[in-house]
Each structure stands twice: as structure tokens, then as C-alpha cells.
């Protein structure tokens, strides 16, 4: 596995070739680790090199102390993308991926609809999916993927990649990677080590909550019960609802559009989020 730190470096080993990306922030879990195996068996179809960029990307933090604070563990994250045969790894400093002297290398994508109008994480993380979209193009402006893998635990960000893609004319393609649960239904992800043993348990509420929504007939019922299985859990909830799966917005009525549960809040000061198909 190459490990490269500089932008040079990444055009001198990939040449004209493409790729297959898996961007990540890095404090690699199962989940990722699952993400890295869909670009690796959809890289080795392709006949492309599979990259993964890690990096902590200050521009989607809303919250310095959320940036400071995220997990960083990179020799633990190199050795488990060695053991899953990645073929190259970026590792960019900030000053690579937005360079203070080449503003116009990273330039502000406009965000499209679906990072602007549900009221979900657009909502409750302003400038979120202004900075992810920054960084994803630049990413794909350095890697030139073929194919990209983006986690359905952060389902919105999905909806916003797909679309920004989309609405920039680029021809990588999105492939979603199931979310990976503990064996209590809670999503996997970095910021679950930030729960402590007493909040821990509580935290499964999220999935519970979802199953009772998928037991509901109408979209009403189910935000109900669900809010109220967060709520007893001790959840301060920031949206708990059942939206349109790609445009995000509340559902039209029309019998054939595919719905989807999303809920994000904070227990015990971590917020946490999670997705999945409504009805089940
Ligand atoms: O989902 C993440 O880890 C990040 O938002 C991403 C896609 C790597 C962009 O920084």
C-alpha cells in the first residue's frame, strides 16, 4: 500500500489511471472498514486501484470543539486498510487539500436542494454540506474516480453527493454501503467512544425507535412513537421523521415513492444520527 501525504504524489502514482474512492475521516470502524470492502470488490471488477483518503476536513465542523475533539488514530487506520488491500492511502495535510496560495484549486460547489431544504442536517449543522461538498469535489477533482463508496448511515450526505455529481456533469459513480449495527441495532460510528457505560445502553433507543416506526401505518404515527422511544431514552431530539428517501422532503402521498426514518439528537451531550427504509 502506498501511503501519500501530497497532492504531487497522488497524480505521480495514479498517472491517467482511475480509481475507486473511499474518503473517510479516518478513526477507521467496522463500518468503514465494511465501505473499504464494497470499493475493494467494485475496484477489482473495474480493474482500478483502490484508494482511501483520510482526512479530517475542517471545513464541514459547525463546532471547533467537535473538530478538536474528533478520534484520531492513524497508524491503527493504516494497518487495517493494509490488512484490506487498499492500494493507495491519502493522507493530505489541510494546506494539500485547500492550498492557502491556490484558492481556485478547492474552490465553494454550490450545495444542490437536497443539502439545503429538508430541515435535517442542513438544519442542525449549518455549513456542514457547504464544506462537504467542497472536499468531495476536491477529492474527486485529484482522484478522478471511476466509483466512490459513501455509507448509508450518513444518508443525507449521500443524497447530497449523488446530486452535487450530478449537477456538476461528473461521471463518478455513487455506491452506497450498508450501515453496520452493534448487536443492540446501534449504527456504528466514531463518535459512539464518546458515549459513556451508563449512556451506552440508552443509546440503542435510536434502532428501537425505528423498528416501532416500521410497525406504524402512517408517516404520523410513526414519528410519534418514534420521538417518544427516544424521548424516554433521554434523547434531546433535533428531528425525528419520515421523509421522500431522495429528495428528503416530507412524503407527497404518492403510493410509489420509496420513504426512509431518519433521526439525529444528542444523549449525554454526543450526538448521534441513523437512517433506515420506512416501512422496513
Ligand atoms: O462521511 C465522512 O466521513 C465525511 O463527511 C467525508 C465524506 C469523508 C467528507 O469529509
Not at 10 to 28: I, K, Q, S, W
Not at 67 to 77: E, F, G, H, I, S
Request: charged share 25%.
Amino acid at each position: 500500500m502506498d501511503v501519500l501525504t501530497e497532492t504531487a504524489g497522488l497524480r505521480d502514482r495514479l498517472g491517467t489511471a482511475r480509481c475507486v474512492l473511499v474518503p473517510t475521516m479516518g478513526a477507521l470502524h467496522e463500518g468503514h472498514l465494511s465501505l473499504v470492502a464494497r470499493g475493494r470488490d467494485d475496484a477489482r471488477a473495474r480493474g482500478l486501484p483502490l484508494a482511501v483518503s483520510i482526512f479530517v476536513n475542517p471545513a464541514q465542523f459547525n463546532d471547533p470543539a467537535d473538530l478538536r475533539d474528533y478520534p484520531r488514530t492513524l497508524d491503527a487506520d493504516l494497518g487495517a486498510l493494509r490488512e484490506h488491500g487498499v492500494d493507495i492511502a491519502f493522507v493530505p495535510d489541510p494546506e494539500e487539500v485547500y492550498p492557502p496560495d491556490d484558492p481556485d484549486a478547492a474552490p465553494e460547489p454550490e450545495v444542490p436542494p437536497v443539502g439545503r431544504l429538508p430541515g435535517l442536517e442542513d438544519r442542525f449543522r449549518p455549513g456542514h454540506f457547504p464544506g462537504v461538498c467542497r472536499v468531495v469535489s476536491r477529492l474527486f477533482d485529484l482522484c478522478r474516480p471511476a466509483a466512490a463508496v459513501f455509507g448509508e448511515k450518513d444518508w443525507q450526505q449521500a443524497c447530497v453527493v449523488a446530486s452535487m455529481c450530478r449537477q456538476q456533469g461528473r461521471d463518478t459513480e455513487i455506491l452506497l454501503g450498508a450501515t453496520v449495527r452493534e448487536a443492540d441495532g446501534l449504527a456504528m460510528s466514531s463518535r459512539n467512544t464518546h458515549l459513556s457505560p451508563e449512556s451506552r445502553p440508552k443509546a440503542a433507543a435510536i434502532w428501537q425507535g425505528f423498528q416501532a416506526a416500521c410497525r406504524e401505518n402512517t408517516p404520523e404515527a410513526a414519528e410519534r412513537v418514534l420521538v417518544a422511544t427516544m424521548g424516554s431514552a433521554g434523547f434531546e431530539i433535533e428531528y425525528a421523521t419520515i421523509r421522500d428517501a431522495e429528495s428528503l422532503m416530507p412524503p407527497a402521498g404518492e403510493a410509489d415513492r420509496p420513504l426512509r426514518v431518519l433521526a439525529a439528537g444528542v444523549l449525554d451531550g454526543v450526538r448521534l444520527l441513523d437512517n433506515a427504509p420506512w416501512p422496513a
